[in-house]
């Protein structure tokens, strides 16, 4: 990815001068140069960028424009590029935490610490990370959903989800998902809220959790961050070392517990593996070879699935980010975004050019946090995320790992 923006920048001198364009008229050829540039984390991004008129940034411009200055480690430059955001994305919770972090490099310490307070109640991977920049130990905000238990039985008597519950224990779960969907398009936000709760409790938590995402209830973490598997996922940590609560983490982002997932690219059960890479985990690790019927099976899965994500943490050093882009956009992509020195941690992961996989990993460290309070009540230390991402076999620097 981005490696079109190379031989672009060569030739957009010669494609000014031939069109005699001035340089109002060439922004958005020089943003269309810096963009491709900026993913594959080439210095001279920076250099178009900056021949961008104001006016063409949108919003992936002016996100692209910032990683690109840290990449470069250009602090002044962060700070300015975030400033003149439009208001909407610039008060995100990822540029309040880059604007901290640029403000604690600049030398504005007050500053830099009334942006990551602001930035610390708001449950996710930058609020992790702003308590660690502030030496706190860091707690998630639980908040449990509202319970109402007249529109509960009113939710729990409705005929659709009558049918619903029907459909799951007939194991009919595409005509489930339509049903549901078509229930919930009636009920007004008390009573989804509700649904949300009966959708938990009758262990169809893939549903229960996207309700709760659609209605923006995120917090009810006793809830919403279940453990169905504790038996498969306890054996899987035991055989490969894993901490359970990444596994957990692991699964609830590939499948939401589902264990007949089954992706458009042939991805399958709990923890999203291709039957090509599940029988080549199987023989390295000893276990039996694992069929397609016998993967839709948390048995063979959770185990299979844990062995393949050791592999990959061993063959990144033991740096947690590096092996968990790796396990959702494969290894070799992952070890393509490596630098030839070690980056910190949240600017290497901020850097990953492929939307889905910088959330991937962002989201599973968080969801592994969370399981890991759920198993303990402790405020967790996360000044382990701090440390930097690296070629493996390079001069070791602390690890990202919890």
């Known amino acids: 990815m981005g490696g079109a923006g190379r031989p672009a920048a060569l030739r957009y001198p010669t494609l000014v001068q031939s069109r005699a364009l001035d340089a109002r008229s060439a922004s958005p050829l020089a943003l269309a140069v810096a963009l491709p540039l900026s993913w594959s984390r080439d210095p ?15 919003e992936r411009a002016h996100e692209w424009h910032v990683r690109a200055a840290l990449w470069a480690g250009d602090w002044a430059r962060v700070a300015r590029a975030i400033a003149v955001m439009p208001e909407p994305l610039r008060t995100q919770n990822r540029w309040r935490y880059w604007s901290a ?20 109640p708001t449950d996710n991977w930058y609020a992790a990370l702003a308590a660690a920049r502030t030496g706190q ?3 998630p905000r639980l908040q449990p959903l509202p319970r109402d238990d007249a529109e509960l039985a009113r939710v729990t008597g409705a005929p659709g989800l009558v049918r619903v519950r029907e459909l799951i224990l007939c194991d009919m779960q595409s005509e489930a998902n339509a049903e549901w969907r ?14 949300v709760r009966l959708a938990s409790g009758w262990g169809w938590h893939m549903q229960a959790i996207a309700a709760a995402a659609r209605l923006g209830l995120f917090n009810d973490y006793e809830l919403l961050y279940p453990r169905p598997y504790d038996a498969e996922v306890r054996r899987s940590a035991q055989l490969t070392g894993l901490p359970q609560a990444l596994i957990y983490a692991i699964i609830r982002q590939e499948s939401l517990y589902r264990a007949d ?3 458009s690219a042939g991805a399958l059960g709990l923890m999203q593996l291709l039957p090509s890479t599940a029988k080549t985990t199987a023989r390295r690790a000893g276990l039996a070879e694992p069929t397609r019927t016998s993967l839709l099976q948390p048995s063979t899965n959770v185990p299979l699935g844990s062995s393949f994500l050791r592999s990959l943490l ?11 882009a790796g396990y959702n956009a494969g290894p070799g992509a992952a070890r393509r975004w490596l630098a030839s020195t070690p980056v910190e941690t949240d600017m290497w992961v901020e850097n990953i050019p492929y939307n889905e996989t910088r959330a991937y990993v962002q989201r599973v460290h968080w969801h592994s946090l969370v399981f890991e309070w759920l198993a303990e009540r402790k405020p967790r230390d996360t000044s382990v995320w701090l440390g930097t991402v690296r070629a493996p076999g390079a001069a070791a620097a602390p690890a990202t790992a919890d």
């Open 314 to 324: 061993d063959r990144a050093g033991g740096q947690w980010p590096l092996a968990i």
């Open 44 to 58: 001279r991004a920076l250099q178009f960028f900056a021949l961008g008129h104001p006016d063409d940034f949108d």
């Open 261 to 263: 997932a089954a992706s």
């Open 137 to 139: 130990r860091f707690t």
């Open 182 to 195: 078509a229930a919930l398009d009636e009920f007004t936000p008390a009573q989804q809220t509700q649904a």
């Open 101 to 120: 972090r640029a403000d604690e490099q600049l030398g504005n310490r007050d500053a830099a610490r009334e942006g990551y307070a602001a930035v610390i």
